[in-house]
């Protein structure tokens, strides 16, 4: 969840960077929180699924992965066009990781909630 929501962070700190250090200080932070989350996938996956399924999960959130990695660079270059800057769409990267990492942080509070009802 941690990770996540610093993916997020990071996406929208990219504007914000004046110096290039700054940046290379924000593109390792958004690199080892990236590793984390992909090496946490897996383990993940295995934990819902089960390990009969589990390369089929795999499969599936990669190629759910891989439909905003697509789509976001050329929506990425509309808003560019339109408003003159990238900054924007850096900021609009950012917010689903954001919610994400939000609507994760309730799991375990609706887990025990399903457990105490059982």
Known sequence: VASFFFIG???????????????????????????CFICIMAPIAFELVGAQDVSQAIGFLLGLMS?????????????????G??????YLAGVPPLIGGAILC???WVHERQLKER
Do not use: E
């Open 67 to 83: 439909v905003p990695m697509t789509v976001g660079p050329p929506i990425a270059g509309l808003l560019r066009d339109k408003l």
């Open 106 to 108: 309730f799991i375990p």
């Open 9 to 35: 962070l990071m996406s929208m700190m990219i504007p914000l960077c004046n110096v290039f250090g700054a940046l290379v200080a924000v593109c390792l932070f958004m690199g080892l929180f990236d590793g």
């Open 85 to 90: 800057t990238y900054d924007v769409a850096f």
